[in-house]
């Protein structure tokens, strides 16, 4: 099976410097030498990074929307206004910037107008992904009562200080849907009837959404379009849209992994009506889900899919190597894009990536889709934060698939439980990138090398990236060795330290996971990192993801 069925179906001018962790694991330092050397270069700046690359996605899918996010006013479990609370503050705290909504496949048959108007006139409508759920789910995930709409997205965005970034339905509405959806949403107090039913639901002042997605996923689930009928749509859809105080931000539905042609054909249907046609498009989106675990011997979309929770060291390599395919997407599509577009006006917007397992692993058996983080997922997903971090120039949003109680989720809730999953820890730890001009680093460590049935397949031993902003250096590095600490002298390029500390994730079992029960299994620990005249040296634990906090002179 495909995945297209499968959803219709349901320093040295520097200062070197000595770093000694005080840590439990490093018993060894003083009489081991360095294995490896991170070296951060301030005279090569690659970018500011995007905000937006630490973004969100919150699909109205199985336990997402209803329960993890929408509690409901009068619930027992601590709201503000209906939306949980313990969540809209942790995704303060990771200063969380944009949330896409409200697919995913989703989006392609939901009416925006079904979400708006007195909650008990709204419409129960059949959720796109009924035909998936299982007996034992709640009926309000297949039969979805529309509590949540436009109204109450935008509001949990604005609590948390986010923006929203709504993807339009392509497939099954008509267009004139599309713009007044944009009226609704932007029209000045007053202006139209629909800033009037904008108003009568207590929102006067426009919510200025300027991100909105044109379609999602297109080639599949979005209409099954070939990238030239797409562009086609896509221009009717984009040619007229009304302007208010906000410029649009346009997305076009883009390729599936290393879908090259699908980039390639949709460009040149674009530019069949000239050059300017490419000042409609401010992103270009791009899916990779990383589920494949056969070890090659299949491309099965369901056979093809590992376990969650129980899984071998070599499932751990296979994952990130799944995983770690990102940064030549990344720079495999942009090359794709130069050959049309070669001042780059159009970015990639990867608002959709993470692991996929196969279903069992859900905290609350039921939830479509969810599964459970473990330490392996906070690798996979420091690894890849590190990866877009490495192509500021390139990737103007990223958005994890998915906020809460889906695939790689920051958090897993039912009822009055909640918990912040290792995956979460991960976005708390490289908060600090998030506008930071973005710095070349590289990375010397030993491969790691492991056996894949019999023959030997090797990995990276150790990756990372850099950014700084004023006198603050954030340095964020990726072990994934599953049983070797790296020692690594640190040299900064153009630099030298004050002071330096140390946070980072890791656990002695590889399969380690937050539970609602155990909720501190995975959590963030910090040492502060001692000067040493002379050269030196920090180590990493195996398994583990890190960032250094580094005062600069
Ligand atoms: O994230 C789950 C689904 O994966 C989304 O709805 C779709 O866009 C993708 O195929």
Redesign the pocket.
């Known amino acids: 099976m495909k995945?297209?069925d499968f959803?219709q179906k349901g320093a040295l001018g520097a200062a070197a410097f000595a770093i000694s962790p005080k840590s439990s694991w490093s018993t060894s330092f003083s009489t081991r030498t360095a294995d490896s050397r991170i070296e951060v270069l301030f005279d090569e700046p690659l970018g500011t990074i995007s905000p937006n690359i630490y973004g969100h996605?919150a699909?109205n899918?199985g336990g997402v929307l209803y329960d993890g996010i929408w509690v409901g006013e009068k619930s027992p479990v601590a709201n503000i206004d209906g939306l949980r609370k313990e969540l809209i503050e942790h995704m303060r705290k990771i200063k969380a910037p944009v949330i896409r909504y409200p697919?995913?496949?989703?989006?392609d048959s939901y009416d925006w107008r079904d979400g708006i108007g007195p909650a008990e006139k709204r419409p129960r409508r059949t959720n796109?992904?009924a035909n998936a759920e299982t007996e034992n789910a709640p009926a309000g995930h297949r039969y979805d009562p529309n509590r949540v709409g436009t109204n109450e997205f935008v509001h949990f965005c604005k609590l948390v200080g986010a923006e929203p970034y709504l993807a339009a339905n392509v497939r099954s509405l008509p267009a004139s849907a599309f713009q007044q959806w944009v009226e609704y949403c932007n029209s000045p107090a007053g202006s139209t009837t629909l800033a009037d039913a904008r108003a009568a639901a207590g929102f006067v002042e426009p919510f200025n959404v300027k991100y909105w997605g044109v379609g999602?996923?297109s080639w599949?689930?979005?209409g099954e379009f070939t990238p030239q009928e797409y562009a086609v749509e896509f221009r009717r859809y984009s040619t007229w849209l009304p302007k208010y105080d906000e410029r649009l931000k346009l997305i076009a539905s883009g390729p599936?992994t290393d879908e090259w042609s699908w980039t390639r054909e949709f460009l040149e249907e674009m530019l069949r009506k000239g050059p300017e046609e490419l000042h409609r498009i401010y992103g270009m989106a791009l899916?990779h889900?990383a589920w494949n675990l056969s070890r090659g011997k299949t491309q099965d979309w369901v056979a093809g899919k590992g376990d969650a929770l129980r899984f071998d060291p070599v499932d751990w390599y296979e994952l990130l190597r799944e995983g770690e395919r990102m940064e030549g997407l990344v720079t495999g599509h942009w090359q794709v894009l130069s050959e049309f577009d070669r001042d780059h006006r159009v970015k990639l917007v990867v608002d959709?990536w993470?692991p996929?397992y196969r279903p069992g692993s859900a905290a609350t058996p039921g939830d479509l889709?969810e599964q459970m983080p473990t330490l392996r997922d906070a690798v996979f997903s420091g690894m890849t934060l590190d990866i877009f971090n490495r192509h500021p120039e390139k990737v103007a949003m990223a958005n994890c698939?998915?906020l809460i109680n889906?695939?790689n989720s920051l958090y897993l809730a039912h009822e009055d439980n909640f918990v912040i999953t290792p995956v979460g820890r991960v976005f708390e730890l490289y908060a600090t990138h998030q506008g930071g001009a973005a710095l070349r680093t590289i990375f010397s460590a030993p491969t790691v090398h492991y056996d894949r049935d019999g023959k030997t397949a090797s990995f990276w031993g150790f990756q990372g990236s850099a950014s700084v902003r004023d006198k603050d250096l954030t340095l964020t590095a990726v072990n994934p060795g599953t049983d070797e600490a790296r020692l690594a002298e640190i040299v900064l390029r153009g630099a030298t330290v004050r002071s330096a500390n140390m946070t980072f994730l890791r656990h002695a079992d590889i399969h380690a996971h937050n539970t609602f029960e155990q909720r501190d299994v995975i959590v963030p620990q910090t040492k502060p990192l001692s000067l040493n005249s002379g050269s030196l040296v920090v180590e990493f634990p195996p398994a583990s993801v890190n960032v250094l906090n580094i005062q600069l002179n």
């Open positions: 995945r297209r959803i996605f699909e899918l697919g995913g496949c989703f989006a796109f992904w999602n996923e599949g689930c979005g599936n899916h889900y959709e993470g996929w889709l698939a998915q889906c695939l």
